[in-house]
T-cell receptor, first 113, second 111 residues
Framework: NAGVTQTPKFQVLKTGQSMTLQCAQDMNHEYMSWYRQDPGMGLRLIHYSVGAGITDQGEVPNGYNVSRSTTEDFPLRLLSAAPSQTSVYFC????????????FGNGTRLTVT | TQLLEQSPQFLSIQEGENLTVYCNSS?????LQWYRQEPGEGPVLLVTVVTGGEVKKLKRLTFQFGDARKDSSLHITAAQPGDTGLYLCAGCGGSNYKLTFGKGTLLTVNP
């Protein structure tokens, strides 16, 4: 039982490049979310999904796109990377949103030069 | 936007000491969660508190939710090096789908 799997673990991009951060879960959780963690800023919600085909914006959505075509997968897309997007990205899932315990992946460390 | 303020931001203590970490807000939360995060890993849930005044114990860790559901504390008795980590509080308030995190308390317990 893998839980929440994030790939890749590390990534270096040049400004303007695009990439997709992958998140897969095998717990059949309806709720999936993406956070970024920056020093001194804590965890900030980027986008979330309450089920397949449904997504919504969090606190810091600009520069990121998401889609949810299956219950298991919730990819995060950076269309044109900027140095300000250098961060550690976490995918988190739960049975039913913030009232339920969040299960986190181990993160993707992204550097944009 | 609901904010959660954690204090202290950094805490370095010796093994065997007691400590308290605080999580405060001007907003009311329907529930509050505490997580611990170790380097290179994602946060892991320690406890959820939902009732004002609620106290929960997890071995040497005691969690309390304020009567007004605006604040919470985490008390660790006889800290051990294995307690080292980033402690995060997170609150569920106006939206069930947007969990607000505090900035965390980085605890170091020296042997």
């Amino acid at each position: 039982n893998a839980g929440v799997t994030q790939t890749p673990k590390f990534q270096v991009l040049k400004t303007g490049q695009s990439m997709t951060l992958q998140c897969a879960q095998d717990m059949n959780h309806e709720y999936m979310s993406w956070y970024r963690q920056d020093p001194g800023m804590g965890l900030r919600l980027i986008h979330y999904s309450v089920g397949a085909g449904i997504t919504d914006q969090g606190e810091v959505p600009n520069g990121y796109n998401v889609s949810r075509s299956t219950t298991e997968d919730f990819p995060l897309r950076l269309l044109s990377a900027a140095p300000s997007q250098t961060s550690v990205y976490f995918c988190a899932t739960s049975v039913n949103g913030g009232a339920s315990p969040l299960h986190f992946g181990n993160g993707t460390r992204l550097t944009v030069t | 936007t609901q904010l959660l303020e954690q204090s202290p931001q950094f805490l370095s203590i010796q093994e065997g000491e007691n400590l308290t970490v605080y999580c405060n807000s001007s907003s009311v939360f329907s529930s509050l969660q505490w997580y611990r995060q170790e380097p290179g890993e994602g946060p892991v849930l320690l406890v959820t508190v939902v009732t004002g005044g609620e106290v929960k114990k997890l071995k040497r860790l005691t969690f309390q939710f304020g009567d007004a559901r605006k604040d919470s504390s985490l008390h660790i008795t006889a800290a051990q090096p294995g307690d080292t980590g980033l402690y995060l509080c997170a609150g569920c308030g106006g939206s069930n789908y947007k969990l607000t995190f505090g900035k965390g308390t980085l605890l170091t317990v020296n042997p």
